[in-house]
């Protein structure tokens, strides 16, 4: 049976990832994608996986493809119009969010407003809007999938289980490439030394997210809205092998997870076809080999994007959007090399200390505080 997709951010890993599953699964159509800039791959997607439309955000990006695809029946839109058209289409049934930041915000709320499947990869959408996400989405009778590996895992460990026996969700984290590393030793740290992730092949920004863990902080808001649990009940492991991608407690003491080997593919997959599982050609955990598998507490003094996270979610409001816009600013410096790996944590305190939050925020007031955020750290540095 044919299932048509949208893909919001094809360009980026997720997206290109997906795109290789729609190469294993015919029954997979795509409908149309979505990227930031990055014309020249988008030419070379629309020309392989025939969509009828496509959207740049940028605009002279989406100038220049319509300029490289003129001679196919595809149609190009920009920004975030173009975005809001093809969440909204009817001849699709799975709208998947791998774009990066607050502008998947609108899309998702668009689409789930047609009853559409979300497969979601976008952290961002349920870190600032998960009070209006998630109750849309019961609402309007859409399920929301989770691509992202860790809540994938604890979806495919709830499966058939009653939500309201959740004692615990054990939210596992590989630690980064700086696991057991202290605060002074994290002074100088070079742009190159936080990109080596030494489990998973990511995006850039999200690879700085896992090494300040404020990833994992991220992740365990996203698992509140998700799952309709409170943080106290979001527990993070450090697991260096990264095998037990996370799993759930329940009030009688089992646990159960879900575990393979780290790759991105899987829970993608599980998210287009839910509740089946296909064949993949992927490798496989080999117990015989596997040395060991450990896990220990994250060290809070040293990795402070667990105790801000926990303290954005503890005041809601607006703050989570701060939270998550002072990063992606400090994330970004910190790849430009215009400040230091540990003046990210300083501009997100700065950032939080500074914000006045609003209560049930409106998407015009979670967006005008993400602004807000930006123009006090870019007053910060001028």
Do not use: C
Request: aromatic share 6%.
């Amino acid at each position: 049976m044919e299932k048509r997709i949208v893909i919001l951010g094809s360009t980026g890993s997720i997206g290109t990832q997906t795109l290789e599953i729609v190469d294993a699964n015919p029954e997979l159509k795509v409908v149309a994608l979505a990227a930031g800039r990055n014309a020249v791959l988008m030419e070379k997607q629309i020309r392989k996986y025939m969509p009828e439309y496509a959207v740049m955000w940028d605009e002279t990006a989406a100038t220049d493809l319509k300029n490289r695809v003129a001679d196919l029946q595809v149609e190009i839109r920009s920004g975030m119009d173009g975005l809001l058209f093809i969440s909204t289409l009817e001849q699709y049934d799975i709208l998947v969010t791998a774009i990066v930041g607050m502008i998947g915000i609108r899309p998702t709320i668009a689409a789930l407003n047609k009853k559409k499947t979300i497969a979601l990869a976008n952290k961002e959408t349920l870190v600032t809007a998960g009070h209006i996400i998630m109750p849309l989405s019961e609402r309007m009778n859409a399920p929301i999938y989770p691509v992202d590996s860790e809540h994938s895992a604890i979806f495919q460990s709830l499966q058939g289980m009653p939500k309201n026996r959740i004692e615990k969700i054990l939210l596992t984290a590989s630690g980064g490439p700086f696991r057991g590393k202290k605060r002074e030793e994290l002074a100088d740290i070079k742009v190159e030394d936080a990109l080596k992730h030494p489990n998973w092949s990511m995006g850039r920004k999200i690879t700085i997210d896992s090494a300040t863990l404020v990833n994992k902080g991220l992740e365990m808001i996203e698992a509140k809205w998700l799952f309709g649990v409170e943080m106290d009940k979001v527990k993070v492991l450090i697991h260096p092998q990264s095998i037990l991608h996370s799993a759930v407690q329940y009030v009688d003491g089992g646990i159960i997870g879900q575990m393979g080997v780290p790759d991105m593919k899987l829970p993608i997959q599980y998210a287009l076809f839910y509740p089946d599982r296909l064949p993949m050609d992927t490798p496989r955990v080999d117990f015989t080999s596997l040395q060991s598998m450990t896990f220990e507490e994250p060290d809070e003094e040293t990795f402070l994007g667990l105790p801000f996270a926990k303290k954005a979610s503890a005041t809601g409001g607006t703050m989570p959007t701060v939270f998550n816009a002072a990063n992606e600013k400090a994330v970004a410096l910190f790849l430009d090399r215009k400040i230091k790996f540990l003046e990210i944590y300083d501009l997100i305190q700065a950032s939080m200390e500074n914000h006045k939050a609003v209560q049930n925020p409106t998407v015009d007031e979670i967006l005008a505080a993400e602004a807000e955020t930006y123009e006090f750290i870019a007053g910060k540095l001028s």
